[in-house]
């Protein structure tokens, strides 16, 4: 399985910017995804989850009501659209996948949780 992230980029604090990840050589079939960040200095965190269905997003509170998560399956890739940007949201942004029964509870937001990565997209907020 591999998964390509793009789509991150320079704005301005307010801005919108709209990741996406394609994944390929896998099936959509129970791969739920997840988005997370790394900050320079920080540990890579959750941002935002999404089942395979499409059903059920997860989101860290740091981006309630900014980002929206989605899936196309049929184009085997995710969104993540990230509305009124602020400086803190700077960080490289990294689509992940999960492949099992059950997605949900408090380990999708852990890192270990995912079988592949993609590269990751720099997403850089001036203020």
């Known amino acids: 399985v591999q998964l390509q992230a793009s789509g991150g980029g320079l704005v301005q604090a307010g801005g919108s910017l709209r990741l996406s990840c394609v994944f390929s050589g896998g099936s959509a079939s129970s791969a739920a995804m997840g988005w997370f960040r790394q900050a320079p200095g920080k540990e890579r965190e959750f941002v935002a989850g999404v089942s395979w269905t499409g059903s059920r997003k997860y989101y860290a509170d740091s981006v309630k009501g900014r980002f929206t998560v989605s899936r196309d399956n049929a184009e085997n890739t995710v969104y993540l659209q990230m509305n009124n940007l602020e400086p803190e949201d700077t960080a490289i942004y990294y689509c992940?996948?999960?492949?099992?029964?059950?997605?949900?509870?408090?380990?999708?937001?852990?890192?270990?949780?995912?079988?592949?990565w993609g590269q990751g997209t720099q997403v850089t907020v001036s203020s």
């Open positions: 992940a996948l999960y492949h099992g029964l059950y997605y949900g509870g408090d380990t999708i937001r852990e890192t270990k949780t995912y079988n592949y």
